[in-house]
Nanobody
Framework: VQLQAFGGGFAQAGGCLRLSCLASTRSFSRYVMGWFRQAPGKEREFVATISWSGGNSDYSDSAKGRFTIWRDNAKNTVYLQMTSLKPEDTAVYYC????????????????????WGQGTQVTVSS
């Protein structure tokens, strides 16, 4: 599975950005998808995850109320809408995928995921 993330860039504090991740697999609807981020000098951290159907999702505490994850299985794409951006959101954002046999599953651990995209830089200025 190859993952390509798009949509990173520059934003001012309080602004918004939308990230997209396109997956190259015919069975995209069987993959749990996640977004993670990594700031310079820090470990990669969980941002959001979504189950097969999109019915279940979870967010980090820092993302709750500001970010929204959703997916379009017909387009093999998962999205992350980021609003009320803060300078501390500055990081490289990665999408990740894990095949799952259970439609309701979702995962927040880096080690849970088998496939990773190349990352897209998000920079938020104060």
């Amino acid at each position: 599975v190859q993952l390509q993330a798009f949509g990173g860039g520059f934003a001012q504090a309080g602004g918004c950005l939308r990230l997209s991740c396109l997956a190259s697999t015919r069975s995209f609807s069987r993959y749990v998808m996640g977004w993670f981020r990594q700031a310079p000098g820090k470990e990669r951290e969980f941002v959001a995850t979504i189950s097969w159907s999109g019915g279940n999702s979870d967010y980090s505490d820092s993302a709750k109320g500001r970010f929204t994850i959703w997916r379009d299985n017909a387009k093999n794409t998962v999205y992350l809408q980021m609003t009320s951006l803060k300078p501390e959101d500055t990081a490289v954002y990665y999408c990740a995928a894990k095949f799952s046999s259970y439609s309701g599953s979702y995962y927040s651990g880096v080690s849970n995921y088998d496939y990773w995209g190349q990352g897209t830089q998000v920079t938020v200025s104060s």
